[in-house]
């Protein structure tokens, strides 16, 4: 079973949009970690945000933010006046104890951020 | 520097022939993981790692082996028994268990002809 879903499979928006990317998790632990990484063309992945499941403080960076609801069990994820390089896959994720905290990952969002 | 290194970044193998795929870290961290990318699917874990000589099964291990002989080295060895071997193969360590922000390697996209 999916474990992480992004919903949205592709986005496209105009410059200096505001964009956000929808992330919803299912875990039974009381403990996990949730994650958002960016893939641009190049394929490697980039760290964004961790967030621990006691934490649930809204956080921003920049243009950045990010709101975790344990309420409805989602994590998602807000640019704000998006800029063309903004444009790549994003992937959320969980961590949990039983699986050695490895990542298990949604299927990624693809953004694409037009001139 | 530190960092993860991840070689080749392109293979090329025939069917039927096993191949093994470098993944290197000078960051010290214990825990050591290897995923697979398919277009549309994410990534998908196929084994991990949490301390040398030790390794579990991900959730598609089949037709795959690694080794974690050194604590810096975490080869993964795509077999001729692995069906679709044809994908993007990504590396990440991390520091240990309870630090489990995943650093990631620039991956190696194997082709299989």
């Known amino acids: 079973a999916q474990k992480v879903t992004q919903a949205q499979t592709e986005i496209s928006v105009v410059e200096k949009e505001d964009v956000t990317l929808d992330c919803v998790y299912e875990?039974?632990?009381?403990?996990?970690?949730l994650f958002w990484y960016k893939q641009p063309p190049s394929g490697e992945l980039v760290f964004l945000i961790r967030?621990?499941?006691?934490?649930?403080q809204n956080e921003i960076s920049g243009r950045y933010s990010w709101n975790f609801q344990k309420s409805t069990s989602s994590f998602n994820f807000t640019i704000t006046a998006s800029q063309v390089v903004d444009s790549a896959v994003y992937f959320c994720?969980?961590?949990?104890?039983?699986?050695?905290?490895?990542?298990?990952f949604g299927k990624g969002t693809s953004l694409l951020v037009t001139p | 520097d530190g960092g993860i290194t991840q070689s080749p970044k392109y293979l090329f193998r025939k069917e039927g022939q096993n191949v093994t795929l470098s993944c290197e870290q000078n960051?010290?961290?214990?825990?050591m993981y290897w995923y697979r990318q398919d277009p549309g699917q994410g990534l998908r874990l196929i084994y991990y790692?949490?301390?040398?000589?030790?390794?579990q099964k991900g959730d598609i291990a089949e037709g795959y082996s690694v080794s974690r002989e050194k604590k810096e080295s975490f080869p993964l060895t795509v077999t001729s028994a692995q069906k679709n071997p044809t994908a993007f193969y990504l590396c990440?360590?991390?520091?240990?268990?309870?630090?489990?922000?995943?650093?990631f390697g620039p991956g190696t996209r194997l082709t299989v002809l």
């Open positions: 875990t039974r632990d009381t403990t996990y970690y």
């Open positions: 994720a969980l961590s949990e104890a039983n699986s050695g905290y490895a990542l298990n």
């Open positions: 990440a360590s991390s520091l240990r268990v309870a630090r489990n922000e995943q650093f």
């Open positions: 790692s949490q301390i040398v000589n030790d390794f």
């Open positions: 967030r621990n499941s006691f934490d649930e």
């Open positions: 960051l010290n961290h214990d825990a």
